[in-house]
């Protein structure tokens, strides 16, 4: 495995690989989801590219840039584990000229909703950083995970806008045994909130079976109900919770719908304590 940290050491590391690459950009503080979408991704490739970076530009002015994880050697040895060819370290002034001329802008359609309408900005950054990871990686295709489903809709909207020929391919989100999303940010929880904070994923469960319920009974049920009972469940099971959204949405253009369909996919944000936690379920299908 070739660790390197500039973009003249990428690009000549990248050259040397002949056959397809697939590539997996992450923010480091590497868990189990990570190595799923590294599994995923060298199966669907001959060579795998890792890139570990915490992009300023995607953070707001008082969110947890400064103070998140940065786990750089347990990061290379499950790197090494999984079977990365390279991984790319940059720092910000390998990723970013001192003033840009271009910045992406998302449509507010996607990135105005959602944690788009709480972090102002954060789909921009999003996008900005992985074009510019998709120019310097030039990779075959690239792994995200549905756990930031608003992300992987951004990005797929962003490789066919921009005409990049990279395969997207979307790895369903892995969990802790109680349910937990994993997550960099779940290791900011205190126990006490961490017993608590499966509730989230419960109170998803028990949308999806209404739905699933509403769908088998050919009734047409306004989605207001059913995400009104999944709140009501969160706040009485994790003490002092603050939900940011609880939403059904249409899963592919993430626009509102009346009635619980097919395509309805439940979005979540909560705040448990200091951290914010977010998880998406497909309710139809
Ligand atoms: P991050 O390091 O949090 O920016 O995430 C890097 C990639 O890992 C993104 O494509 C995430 O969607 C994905 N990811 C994060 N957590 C999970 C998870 N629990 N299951 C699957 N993929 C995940």
């Known amino acids: 495995m070739q660790i390197v940290r500039t973009a003249a050491e990428l690009r000549a590391a990248r050259a040397a690989l002949a056959g397809r690459v697939g590539f997996v950009p992450t923010m480091g503080a590497l868990h189990a989801g990570h190595a799923r979408l590294m599994e995923v991704a060298k199966k669907k490739a001959d060579h795998l590219i ?10 707001g002015p008082n969110e947890d840039f400064t103070k998140y994880p940065r786990t750089e050697e347990a990061d290379l040895a499950l790197c090494e584990a999984t079977g990365a060819d390279i991984v790319f370290l940059p720092k910000a002034t390998e990723i970013y000229r001192a003033e840009p001329l271009i910045r992406l802008a998302v449509d507010p359609k996607i990135a105005g909703v959602l944690c788009g309408a709480h972090r102002p900005g ?63 940010r779940n290791r900011y929880l205190s126990p006490e909130e961490r017993a608590a904070a499966p509730a989230i994923y419960r109170a998803m469960l028990q949308c999806k079976s209404r739905a699933d319920q509403i769908r088998f009974d050919r009734i047409a049920q306004p989605v207001a109900k059913v995400e009104e009972e999944g709140r009501a469940l969160i706040l009485k099971e994790i003490p002092g919770a603050q939900i940011d959204y609880f939403e059904i949405r249409h899963t592919d253009t993430l626009e509102p719908t009346q ?27």
């Open 50 to 59: 890792v890139s570990i970076f915490v992009n300023p530009t995607q953070f």
């Open 122 to 184: 954060h789909f921009d950054g999003v996008a900005q950083v992985v074009a510019i990871l998709f120019n310097l990686v030039r990779p075959h295709s690239a792994c995200f995970g549905e756990k930031d489903y608003q992300q992987l809709a951004v990005l797929r909207r962003l490789a066919d806008d921009l005409h990049f020929g990279i395969d997207i391919i979307p790895v369903p989100t892995v969990r802790e045994p109680d349910g937990l999303a994993l997550s960099s």
């Open 259 to 285: 009635f619980i369909m097919n395509k309805s996919r439940l979005f979540a944000a909560v705040r448990v304590g200091t951290t914010r936690l977010i998880d998406n379920l497909l309710l139809g299908g």
